[in-house]
Structure formats: C-alpha cells, structure tokens
C-alpha cells in the first residue's frame, strides 16, 4: 500500500511515520514539501504520488492567531480535506483525517458523542469542522478522528510549556474549570495502524467508515494536568522551580485569549471502541510515558 502521510514533523505525523511505516510504503511531507494552503501543489502532489491511503494530521493548529488569521486557516484546515477527499475518491483512495474537539461549543455537561450537534466557538474549531464536512461530501472512504488535549515526545504540547515554566518560575496560575483527557500521540498513530490494517483486508464495502471519537480514556482539567505533570518531573530528579502546591487554580474568565476555548473537551470514544475492537487505556498511561521519554 502507497500512504501519503502529511505533517510528518507535527506530533502525530512524527509519530505515524514509525507506526505506518510496516504497513506500506510512507511518502511523508511537510508544509516544506508542501503548502496545504497551495491547493494547486496539494493536487499536483497528489497526482504525482498516487497514493492509495491519504494520511492527514497536518493543521493549522494556532488557535488564538487563527482569530486574525483567517484565510489561512481556512485554506489548510477546511479546503484543503476537501481536495484530498476529490482526488482521493478520483484515484480510488482513502484518507483518514484528524479533527478537534474545537468542532464543539463545549457546554455539554457530559462527554460528547459523533451525534452530538456541533457548535464551534472560534475560526479554529470553525475550519476544522468546515474541513470535515468538506472530507465527508468529496469521498465516503474517510475516517475522521476527532480527538483532544493531544500530547507527544516530539513537537510542543502544555506538558512541556509547563516544565519550561516551572524551570524559571514557582509560582503558575492554570485554569481549571476547562475540562478533557490528554491524548498521547504515539496512541493515536498506533491506533491508526490498526484501522489501516482492516483497511487493507476488510472490502471498501463492509469497512465502517465515518467519524470517531478517538481519546484516551477518563477526565482531568488543566490544572490537575500541570500537576501531574511537575509531580511526576520531581520525583524524576529534575531541578524546577515550582512544586504543585505553588500552582493556582483560575476559572477560564480569568485568562482571557483571543479565541474562546470549549470548557467541555470530554469525548465519548465508545462507538470507537465497539466498532474496532480496541481499547483506550487511561491519559495518565500515555503522559506518564512521554514524561519518561522528556524526562
């Protein structure tokens, strides 16, 4: 199988090239390769790779620059999934893309399902939902991954911004009234092997395509997740500044940011796991091993 995997150097697609790397051969890119927002270079790419599975991470992921930074977030996050579900439908192909929790307003009290409507606060959530719908109606062979809070070894993510932080400061404030599950990204580019490999021995016909919500399992708010995090790089020896007690607790209203963010960030991943057949172990498992690797 040729797979086309986009974002190589983000924290999912660093990780995919290692787990999609024994399926198939993995013709990975970066906007360096290719400008998502270019949408003559993302076909001309297309055409030229033919690949069979399109595999795509990539985002514009600056959620408050997003505010002022429109046309471009659009450009990568809600046309260009649409170019690739046309030429992928064209070649016969597949794609699996991921989206956000963005896509929701957050006020559901309770973890939101596929079927929940979607609501986005801000452009982010905005184009990355624009960026589903266009997926969906250009080819029905594609798998949307909604996920959240996604952490990972590689790239920037709030457990290393809170290490940097705590290395020079000691005292934090963190909002805590924001609530989800860090998402370790080596799980979802594992997870993403498995749906690859039904992929290429179920039929196009009997392959349950759509969307899912994909997460690690359970619920914490970012200020317990700072805390775990400089707990677990305490007892690790490293050097810091700041202890957990020295970290404040806020509400969101007293850390105002350009795009307003979704209090509620909880997924349902049980049609996921019935569908599939897999298990999403605890956010502590997967960070616990990250913090390991940083550490």
């Not at 505010?67 to 990568?76: D, H, P, Q, S």
């Not at 914490?220 to 810091?240: D, E, F, K, M, N």
């Not at 509620?264 to 690797?293: E, K, M, V």
């Amino acid at each position: 199988m040729k797979i086309l995997l986009t974002g190589k150097n983000g924290q999912v697609g660093f990780e995919l090239q290692r787990s999609l790397a024994p399926l198939g051969s993995v013709y990975a890119v970066d906007s360096g390769d290719c400008d998502l927002a270019n949408a003559d270079a993302l076909r001309a790419l297309i055409r030229d790779v033919r690949p069979q599975l399109i595999v795509n991470p990539a985002a514009y992921t600056a959620v408050d620059r997003a505010e002022t930074e429109v046309a471009k977030a659009m450009a990568v996050n809600a046309v260009a999934p649409g170019i690739m579900g046309e030429e992928a439908d064209r070649l016969g192909a597949s794609v699996i893309h991921f989206s956000t929790d963005y896509v929701f307003d957050g006020r559901k009290p309770t973890p939101y399902t596929e079927q929940d409507p979607t609501g986005a606060l801000g452009v982010y959530g905005q184009s990355k939902l624009d960026g589903e719908k266009a997926l969906a109606s250009a080819t029905s062979r594609h798998l949307i991954l909604r996920t959240c809070w996604v952490v990972g070894a590689h790239g920037h993510n709030f457990a290393k911004t809170m290490l940097r932080l705590a290395a020079e400061r000691k005292q934090l404030n963190v909002v805590s009234d924001q609530l989800g599950a860090p998402t370790s990204a080596a799980l979802l580019a594992d997870l993403s092997a498995h749906l690859v490999r039904r992929l290429q021995t179920d039929s196009a016909e009997s392959y349950p395509f759509g969307t899912y919500h994909l997460s690690a399992s359970g619920e914490t708010s970012w200020h317990a997740y700072a805390c775990h995090v400089i707990t677990r790089a305490l007892q690790a020896g490293r050097p810091l500044q700041l202890t957990p007690d020295n970290i404040r607790a806020i509400a969101t209203d007293d850390y105002p940011t350009a795009a307003r963010r979704p209090q509620n960030s909880r997924l349902d991943t049980s049609q996921f796991q019935a569908t599939f057949g897999l298990r999403l172990p605890p956010w502590q498992h997967g960070l616990d091993h990250i913090l390991q690797q940083i550490l």
